[in-house]
């Protein structure tokens, strides 16, 4: 500890933030988007389909296994877990094919959903080389051992 800690401000504890409310906004503007721009609809009303397709969505990001600290549902690892994989293929069907008409009618919106994909995107990058670094350690200690034991015969 030097002198100056007790003058510099501490380090606050990361705050967890709770993303579920933008996602949900985000997903229920790109699911109107495709329904208008697919199937022709009017105004903020979706067909049936689309509307039994959300309200799944909806149902399963309040079940959750992350919680509030969930990632981005079309990034996730557990998508066809959650959803079912014809579900899950509608739904990534639909957020991929919205994503140039979300850009012109809400630039703002898309580009943070974009930023965090990004994010998402980088954490699971840098879990996969943590996870590669260890099992390039074990394999190294592994053949040095094997190198100690036929040095010492």
Avoid: W
């Avoid at 495709?34 to 022709?40: G, N, Q, T």
């Avoid at 994503?99 to 898309?110: A, C, G």
Wanted: glycine fraction near 4%; charge should be positive; charged fraction near 30%.
């Amino acid at each position: 500890m030097s002198i100056f800690s007790r003058f510099l401000p501490k380090r606050k504890p990361v705050e967890i933030k709770n993303n579920m409310p933008k996602e949900k906004a985000t997903i229920r503007k790109t699911f109107g988007i495709y329904c208008h721009s697919h199937h022709k609809t009017s105004g903020d009303k979706l067909c049936p389909q689309c509307q039994a397709l959300l309200a799944t969505v909806m149902t399963k990001m309040n079940r959750c296994p992350y919680g509030i600290t969930k990632p981005i549902c079309d990034r996730c690892d557990r998508t066809v877990q959650c959803f079912g994989s014809k579900q899950a293929q509608e739904f990534l069907h639909i957020m991929g094919s919205s994503q140039k008409r979300m850009f012109f009618s809400h630039p703002i919106m898309t580009v943070k959903h974009k930023l965090a994909s990004m994010g998402v995107d980088y954490a699971k990058y840098q879990q996969a080389k943590k996870i590669d670094d260890k099992v390039k350690a074990k394999e190294e200690a592994s053949k040095k051992r094997a190198k100690d034991r036929k040095a010492k015969k």
